[in-house]
């Protein structure tokens, strides 16, 4: 039982439930907001983080399982800061995302 919550200064802390304690934290550089953050529907210990930074808008995939410290890749598309994402609940490859530069991008990964 898990928990994932975002920051305003670029901390993501994932929380143990069970234990009541922090689990690990993943921090987006130079401190840049943290606009949304998703949990794969299939993979547990998948976490997308989506930059709200209107000069770096990015996104970021984490697995947990190898690294807290580097993601696994990060996507880019939008011009400006991030608004949302969402993985599809049917297929764990496709991945929405919508920015302030009133796009929305299907990704595929």
């Not at 922090?22 to 998948?46: I, K, S, Y």
């Amino acid at each position: 039982h898990i928990l994932a919550s975002a920051a305003a200064d670029g901390t993501v802390a994932v929380w143990d439930l069970k234990g009541r304690k922090a689990w690990c934290e993943l921090r987006a550089e130079n401190g840049l907001a943290v606009a949304d953050l998703a949990w794969n529907p299939t993979q547990g210990l998948h976490l997308l983080t989506a930059s709200a930074d209107d000069r770096n808008p990015v996104i970021k995939l984490w697995d947990l399982r190898s690294s807290t410290s580097m993601p696994l890749t990060t996507l880019t598309g939008h011009h400006q800061g991030l608004l949302s994402i969402a993985w599809c609940p049917h297929d764990d490859h496709l991945l929405l995302s919508c920015a302030k530069d009133n796009r929305t991008i299907l990704w595929d990964l």
